[in-house]
């Protein structure tokens, strides 16, 4: 059985019992139906978390009102009370066996959880039906325009704190955030682009260790990815190995595509973090040259370090958060680069729609 976890307050998944109202009574003696039981909904809504939902309700369970009675007065019973359950938005629906059976990701999308019984009626002999029972998961995977991607203390908190109005907590040890944090860059025409900020990767998270899975899993759920590296290198604890930038980029692709290989088609953008420091220069003009010619350095590495295929950056842009070097530029990037994929998009739906209207004329053309 899958472990609970939950970091401080955050909580990622949930299980809930949900049942729909069993039918009325039908009425044999004038033919009289039953009500039908209700219904249990997910309703997803802004500002609902998982952990709201496990305070208000620590018994997790959600039963909807059972159908009324026929009766000489009301033949045709009424429906029972549906129970409406908000959720909050980039929910994903799991039946118990983990098996994905609905998703919500805007605010006022519902998804039927269990249905109400059928009331008693001729074709039931007038006994009522009992309401759809069921163990279901509660997932919960981030929305955001662009998640940041990178080995812990690679600057990521510092970063989200440069560019946006979050105020993620910044410590200086190697499990810096152990709860996804999410930011919006507020540009000046109010345009406003959301950025996560997720639990710090580690060598392996594909397996699940560390919090592997947790973080992965939120990465899916952001339309871009942006690559945070400390120019100077990365080391996890005394025990593990150093890494160069060149090689904690191809470990992070490397990560990725374990997980899902469908993460690697994610644009993505690179920032080189820690440019104030000493040799910063040097070591950027090396990571230029290995990062144009990838294969030429392969043979200097660990085969199993070594992903299958390299990420394409859109942009790389060299900063430091520490003196604000970059910062622009690399906002301004974000931006470009959100703003020609939902052109994209919104040139695929138009491309879309118009064969969906030629088709229809002709179809129509070819009637009369």
């Known amino acids: 059985m899958k472990q609970k976890q939950n970091y401080g307050n955050f909580i990622d998944d949930l299980r809930l019992y949900v049942r729909g109202g069993t039918g009325g009574m039908g009425y044999p003696r004038l033919g009289g139906e039953g009500g039908r039981g209700g219904d249990v909904w997910f309703i997803a809504r802004e500002r609902t978390t998982l952990k709201n939902i496990k305070d208000k309700y620590p018994q997790k369970r959600f039963v909807a009102g059972t159908g009324a009675n026929s009766s000489v007065r009301a033949l045709k019973g009424e429906k029972g009370k549906d129970c409406e359950v908000h959720v909050p938005l980039g929910i994903s629906v799991l039946c118990d066996d983990g098996k994905q059976i609905g998703e919500l990701n805007a605010a006022g999308e519902r998804f039927l959880a269990a249905r109400g019984g059928l009331g008693g009626s001729l074709a039931t002999n007038f006994v009522p039906c009992k309401g759809q029972r069921r163990i279901v998961r509660l997932d919960l995977k981030l929305i955001a325009d662009v998640g940041l991607v990178g080995f812990p203390n690679a600057g990521k908190s510092s970063l989200l704190s440069k560019i ?52 992965l ?152």
């Open 164 to 215: 946006s109005h979050a105020k993620p907590e910044i410590a200086n040890y190697a499990f810096t955030t152990i709860q996804p944090e999410l930011g919006k860059i507020i540009y000046a025409d109010y345009k406003q682009i959301s950025v996560a900020d997720l639990p710090g990767l580690i060598e392996g998270a594909h397996a699940n260790k560390g919090m592997g899975h947790k973080f």
């Open 217 to 368: 899993k939120h990465v899916e759920r952001t339309k871009q990815l942006l690559l945070v590296v400390d120019i100077s290198g990365f080391q996890l604890s005394i025990k593990t190995q150093f890494r160069t930038a060149f090689e904690t980029v191809l470990l992070l692709t490397k990560e990725l595509e374990l997980y899902k290989e469908e993460l690697l088609t994610k644009p993505a953008l690179l920032a080189i973090n820690k440019m104030d420091l000493p040799c910063a220069k040097d070591n950027l003009n090396e990571l230029m040259k290995q990062l144009q010619n990838p294969q030429d350095f392969l043979h200097l590495l660990q085969e199993e370090t070594i992903p299958a295929s390299t990420l394409e950056f859109k942009d790389i842009i060299p900063i430091s958060t520490y003196t604000g070097e970059g910062i622009e530029e690399l906002k301004a990037c974000i931006r470009k680069s959100v703003d020609e994929e939902a052109e994209q998009e919104n040139e695929e739906y138009r491309k879309k729609q118009l064969l969906l209207l030629q088709t229809s004329e002709e179809e129509q053309m070819n009637r009369s």
